[in-house]
């Protein structure tokens, strides 16, 4: 993927997937390579389907990641989480999906995606999972957020 030709910013006739769609991703180069910085996107409008009764399951999605040499561009990846729409997988496989499309996609150096599902059943359910570059301190930064990750959870209050 070229990260010279970002063919969706600007763009008023954008065409919305129907289904899962990790090729409307798009890049372009970071400019602060010599810093190490979060980007953080907050996704409140997340939608997916249960695989098994093809109800909606809704959520925030929160991505963290530190770049490398690429970034994502953020209306392509909006239209890549709106493909989810129609989509029809586990809470805990959308999360790790998409961590690691945009693994391939930019090579970051660390990365973490959370999701924040309404209950459906009386139940929620929260996955999240992140990812460090091997043999950095990004690896190593990646356990120690696991192994700590949500210790103190919130009150929820049916979201």
Not at 23 to 34: D, I, S, W
Not at 51 to 60: L, N, V
Request: contains cysteine.
């Amino acid at each position: 993927m070229s990260t010279d030709n970002l063919t969706l910013l600007g763009q008023k006739n954008v065409r919305y997937a129907t289904d899962y769609a990790p090729e409307v991703l798009e890049t372009f180069h970071n400019k602060h390579t010599e810093n190490d910085y979060f980007v953080k996107f907050n996704c409140p409008e997340f939608t997916s389907l249960c695989p098994i009764t093809g109800q909606p399951d809704f959520a925030t999605i929160y991505i963290a990641y530190v770049p490398n040499e690429l970034m994502v561009e953020s209306k392509s990846l909006k239209l890549y989480l709106f493909s989810f729409r129609n989509h029809g997988d586990f809470h805990e496989d959308c999360v790790n999906i998409i961590m690691k499309d945009l693994i391939r996609l930019m090579n970051p150096k660390y990365i973490e995606v959370w999701g924040k599902f309404l209950p459906r059943g009386g139940l929620s359910i929260d996955p999240y999972c992140n990812y460090g570059m091997k043999d950095t301190k990004w690896e190593k930064m990646a356990w120690d957020r696991l192994s700590q990750h949500d210790m103190y959870p919130e009150k929820v209050d049916n979201r």
